[in-house]
Every structure is written in structure tokens, then in C-alpha cells.
């Protein structure tokens, strides 16, 4: 189902179908299936909802992903869904990007920029 919204651009904000941010995109797949998260990055990754995963090599697909990308000391303010062999999908604000994509979580910037991830279901 996360698959289904590839493409679909970045908009500071947007809670989806059309456009979405991170966390409007792991609020919007989530609640198909039932499921109520936090609305911010913040939220969703500092809540105590779920199991935290801190290791990527402890991840199933399915458990949210969360990053550390703004030098801020907030270790969440990025948000994503674990696809598994070392993929996530996320609502990317890059500006060479600005879209639903995959991305590599095994080596580059989000490998180095991982925080934990959640497993609530």
C-alpha cells in the first residue's frame, strides 16, 4: 500500500493523498490499517507507542524509521516506513527529490542520520 503513493510531491504540511510530508505520509499509510500515530516527527519517534528498534539490523518491514537530519538535538525530525532488505519509503523534503521515495538505509546520509525505529503493530 505505501508503494502506491511513489511519486506523490513533498509539501510542508500535507497530510496526503495528493501531497504529503514525512510524517503526514506514515500518518495517512498507517491509518489504513487501523492504525493512529502522532502527527509530527517529533511525536511519532518520542512517544512511547510500540517497541523501539535501536539498530537497523533489528528492523522488520513494516516498523517506522527515524532521523536525526536537522543539527538541532532533536533525534527525530524525520520520519519513514522500514521496507526491509535495507530499504525505507518516505516523503522526501530534499530538494533533489521532494517525493514519496525509497531510499537506501544500509550505507549514505540516512544510514548515518538513523536514529531508531518503532514497531506498533
Do not use: E
Not at 496526503?16 to 502522532?38: E, H, M, R, W
Not at 517497541?51 to 517506522?64: A, F, Q, V, Y
Amino acid at each position: 500500500y505505501a508503494k502506491t503513493f511513489l511519486g506523490t510531491p513533498y509539501v510542508y504540511g500535507a497530510n496526503g493523498p495528493n501531497s504529503f510530508d514525512c510524517t503526514g505520509y506514515t500518518k495517512y499509510v498507517f491509518a489504513k490499517y487501523g492504525i493512529s500515530l502522532p502527527r509530527t516527527a517529533y511525536d511519532q519517534g518520542y512517544s512511547n507507542y510500540g517497541t523501539k528498534i535501536n539498530n537497523i539490523s533489528g528492523l522488520k518491514p513494516g516498523d517506522l524509521v527515524f532521523f536525526d537530519t536537522i543539527s538541532d538535538g532533536d533525534l527525530s525530525d524525520h520520519a519513514g516506513i522500514y521496507l526491509g532488505n535495507g530499504q525505507f519509503i518516505h516523503c522526501s523534503s530534499s530538494v533533489s527529490v521532494m517525493s514519496v521515495v525509497i531510499s537506501d538505509l544500509n550505507s549514505g546520509f540516512y544510514n548515518r542520520k538513523f536514529s531508531w525505529g518503532r514497531r506498533v503493530f
